[in-house]
Each structure stands twice: as structure tokens, then as C-alpha cells.
């Protein structure tokens, strides 16, 4: 981290985007829209980016932390010609909604699938990495059938240990807003640590960007309030997983520290699973998503074949 921070360029804020704006992804125009969906009160406001054939099968993208809907891009450019593709800022990151209200993944997922209600998506393929997960693993549950395929990215499912998961105390601190505050330090803490492949300046660059709105550092640590990872170790064992009704492909880093392989390949762990689902190794770290741009588009599109 000594090493990249000084070489990161500082980086000045993002201008925030408008609904109906554009940005070119290769050769694929995605728009930026805001929609005020049912949730906490009366509403919540979710920014998320859209592209692609209106009527192709649909694929939603769920990011983690310290990221937003700019970790996908490479997905989603190399994926916009054939289907359309929605990824989405979290409740609490990037453009989308930070007031205080529901935190709970549950919670967020029951107000992502009133999202989708509202935009009238029917049937879709969920794609999600690091703590979008838990959400997705609620919303894959609460929609059943209605979720096509689920590749589910970078997160612990049946093993846990206390040890792998040192965030949960970081996180729930009173220092955490002022520590979330920093973004370029936080991305490059997080991007030392968890990568073993190197990751492109601009995409650091734009992932400080992109964690520098406003409300931000305060909004995100709601989410570790709400809950623990042993809560949702025990919702996954229990309640989760059996309601799972498409197939799941887990999506790992093969040298994530904080995420052994071998959670992840343990035969009697993917037999839990729906029938058709497996496990892919990515030859990187935790972030993927940057660190195989290549490797995750080719996993990706063979997946949701």
C-alpha cells in the first residue's frame, strides 16, 4: 500500500450524473437512471446503469465494497450486444439512496425486487460480488424461480471462521465513517491487500470516484450494524440455500487471503447446491472483476449460456 498510494493520482470528484445521461462503454451506449422505487417510508432512490437490446434476456450485477456499478464495466461492454445488462449502485453507495432506513440484506433485497417490479423485469440473471452477495443470496431466495441463473462472487457461503472476516470489527467502529471518509486510501488499502494480479490506474481512479459521494461513509457501515457475518452464515445454512431454486456457479478469487479455495471446492458444500451449479476458480485475488477482465467475461458469457 506505501508503494501505490503516492503513485495513485489524486483524484478529484465526480461530477454526479443525471437521469437519461450517457457513457460509452466500448462499442455498447449505457444510461444512467435514477428511479424512486417502494422502501424505506415512501421511497427509496436507486441509481443503477443501463444497456443493451430492450427485450434480450436480462442480467443484473450486484457490486461490493469499496466499489459500485463501475466494477462490472468491462462485463458489461463485452456483454451490452447481447442482453441487457443492469448494474446497479447498492442502498448507501455510489449514486442510489443514503438516508437512514433499512439496512438488513434482507431488507435491501426485498426493495431491490420492488426495483425490478417497477421496471417490469420479469425473469433475470443475477451476477453479484463480495457484499452484494448477501443481498443477492436474499433476493435469489425471495424471487425463486423468477432468477434464471446466479453467479454468486466472493463470498463466504458454508465455511466460516471468525479470522477471515476481520471487516465486521473495522467496520461496525466509530471510526468507520472517518475511515470511509478517505476513499483513495480505503481503495488502495483494500485493492493491496485482497489482489494478487495488478488492477489498471484508471480503474482505481474511478472506483475512488465513485465511493466519494456524499453519504457514503456513513450510509455503508448500516450494513455491518444490521448484521453479522455469523448472522448470515446461519441464515444461508438454514433458510437460504434451500430456497434456491436456479443454478449457481460460485465465483472465487483462487488466491483471495481471506477466502480459502477450498470453502469453495469442497464437493459435499456444491452438492448443497441446485442442480447444474459449480464452482469457478478465477487465477487472481478478490477482485476479480479488474484483476481477469478477460477470464471473467469468458466465464460470464459461457454461464449464462
Avoid at 449502485?89 to 435491501?108: C, T
Avoid at 465455511?159 to 473495522?170: A, G, R, S, T, V
Avoid at 459521494?213 to 448500516?222: L, M
Amino acid at each position: 500500500m506505501d508503494q501505490l498510494l503516492p503513485e495513485l493520482p489524486e483524484t478529484p470528484p465526480r461530477a454526479p450524473d443525471a437521469d437519461g445521461d450517457e457513457e460509452r462503454l466500448g462499442k455498447i451506449t449505457f444510461t444512467h437512471r435514477f428511479v424512486n422505487s417502494p422502501g424505506d417510508g415512501e421511497t427509496v432512490r436507486w441509481h443503477y446503469v443501463e444497456g443493451g437490446p430492450a427485450h434480450a434476456p436480462v442480467v443484473v450485477f450486484l457490486h461490493g465494497v469499496p466499489d459500485s456499478w463501475w466494477q462490472w464495466h468491462y462485463a458489461l461492454e463485452a456483454l451490452g450486444s447481447d442482453y441487457r445488462c443492469l448494474a446497479i449502485d447498492l442502498k448507501g453507495y455510489g449514486q442510489s439512496e443514503k438516508g437512514a432506513g433499512d439496512f438488513r440484506q434482507e431488507g435491501v433485497a426485498i426493495q431491490l425486487a420492488a426495483l425490478l417490479d417497477q421496471l417490469r423485469i420479469e425473469r433475470f440473471s443475477l451476477i453479484t460480488h463480495d457484499r452484494g452477495t448477501p443481498v443477492g443470496d436474499h433476493l435469489a431466495a425471495l424471487l425463486g424461480n423468477r432468477v434464471i441463473r446466479y453467479g454468486r462472487g466472493q463470498q463466504h457461503l458454508w465455511h466460516l471462521h471468525p479470522d477471515l472476516h476481520p471487516q465486521q470489527e473495522m467496520f461496525t467502529s466509530p471510526d468507520a465513517p472517518s475511515m470511509l471518509a478517505d476513499a483513495r486510501r480505503l481503495v488502495v488499502t483494500a485493492y493491496s491487500l485482497l489482489t494478487e494480479r495488478e488492477v489498471k490506474e484508471s480503474d482505481l481512479v474511478r472506483t475512488v470516484q465513485e465511493f466519494s459521494y456524499d453519504g457514503i461513509s456513513t450510509a455503508v457501515p448500516r450494513y455491518f450494524n444490521s448484521s453479522s457475518f455469523r448472522q448470515e452464515w446461519v441464515e444461508r445454512r438454514t433458510r437460504l440455500i434451500p430456497q434456491w431454486k436456479c443454478p449457481v456457479l460460485l465465483l472465487q478469487g483462487a488466491d483471495d487471503p481471506v477466502q480459502p479455495r477450498e470453502f469453495y471446492t469442497d464437493p459435499l458444500v456444491v452438492a448443497k447446491l441446485p442442480q447444474g451449479s459449480g464452482v469457478h476458480l478465477f487465477d487472481s485475488g478478490h477482485f476479480w472483476p479488474f484483476e481477469a477482465p478477460e477470464e471473467t467475461v469468458t466465464v460470464l458469457r459461457e454461464f449464462l449460456k
